[in-house]
């Protein structure tokens, strides 16, 4: 668009909202007593729409602000909403990260005000992945789109939808892996495996449960790994035996065998950032070498000479399964 274009769209914006402040005056002679909210709402998104082809960013803004101010004022609290949430994408352009959280939460509770709770998180998981997936995006940008993710789980978990408002959680612990945020991760991923607990999704509990063992073996937390891999035995057996292995092999400094099971196929076709993780686990470095030294034989090895016992060790009362 050339910028004779542009102008001509910005002078229209400038009509548009002359004329929606015309219809929010009052006059006792004329015997207009109350503003005509609905005639100026739908001015002032014309005019949004103008600014926006004439790129005129805070113009267009405030365009959408009036706007919406007029839907509250005749109780249309959806079309509100869409234009707040046209707000919170104006100020995520313009890299502004406080306002846009201010303004999709605005949006958010707006939906929720008129029942509409599947926009409602909806709105949140929109934005926060195009915040992250942006070529430009940098770590505060990725934090501001974990954030408003979780906010989306937190909202969603209560809509028709709760299983898609969960894989907001999942999508938030990949962005804070990609980021070496391993305890963070292994919060919302922990979270994650509660509720599809809950909700009895099976499916979702193998590959979450996997990440868990991963993140939780990436910060030595060995006894946090093992317990998963116990109560992997009602999600999965040949995982929950695999996972296992990895435990006791990480435990013991075998990083063959580490390496070797982390390129199997669970491990290697789950999400690419924890497919990452599981190609790149070290065993602590003095734990390596004092199993070289003592010339420790692979527990894959083991298991392929039938000699490993390792299954012995998914032996466990009840009450470690709750």
């Known amino acids: 668009m050339d910028d004779k274009f542009r102008a001509k769209k910005a002078t229209e914006g400038d009509t548009h909202m002359q004329s929606g ?29 103008c600014y926006k082809l004439a790129k ?17 004022k005749t109780s249309q609290e959806f079309h509100s909403a869409k234009m707040v949430e046209q707000v919170a994408v104006f100020y995520r352009d313009k890299n502004d990260m406080k306002n846009c959280t201010k303004y999709i939460e605005q949006c958010s509770n707006h939906y929720r005000n008129c029942g509409e709770i599947d926009s409602a998180y909806q709105c949140y998981d929109k934005l926060a992945k195009s915040i992250d997936q942006s070529p430009t995006a940098t770590e505060l940008h990725k934090l501001t789109a974990v954030s408003m ?19 907001c959680l999942d999508y938030a612990s990949k962005i ?12 919302l991923v922990e979270s994650s495996w509660n509720f599809y607990q809950e909700i009895g999704n099976t499916k979702m509990l193998f ?14 937390k060995i006894p946090q790994a093992r317990e998963m891999s116990q109560k992997m035995i009602n999600v999965d057996e040949e995982l929950a035996s695999e ?36 190609t790149n686990l070290k065993v602590d470095e003095a734990l390596r070498v004092q199993f070289e030294k003592s010339g420790g034989k692979p527990i894959v090895s083991e298991m392929a000479t039938g000699d490993y016992t390792g299954n012995k060790d998914l032996e466990f009362d009840e009450d470690d399964l709750s």
């Open 56 to 72: 005129e960013i805070d113009k267009a803004i405030q365009a959408a602000l009036k706007s919406a101010h007029c839907y509250l």
């Open 207 to 220: 590959r979450v449960g996997l990440h868990y063992v991963l993140l939780s073996l990436q910060l030595g």
């Open 21 to 49: 402040e015309k219809f929010l005056e009052t006059s006792f002679w004329k015997m207009k007593t109350s503003p005509d909210y609905d005639s100026a709402a739908a001015d002032f998104e014309k005019a949004l729409t």
């Open 149 to 167: 993710l979780q906010k989306a789980f937190e909202v969603g978990k209560i809509s028709n939808r709760p299983h898609e408002a969960t894989q």
């Open 243 to 278: 996972l296992n292995m990895l435990v006791k092999a990480f435990e013991s400094g075998d990083q063959k065998s580490v390496t070797q099971i982390t390129m199997g196929q669970n491990f290697v076709y789950t999400e690419n950032e924890f497919a990452k993780l599981g």
């Open 176 to 187: 804070l892996l990609s980021l070496k945020k391993y305890e963070q991760s292994l919060e």
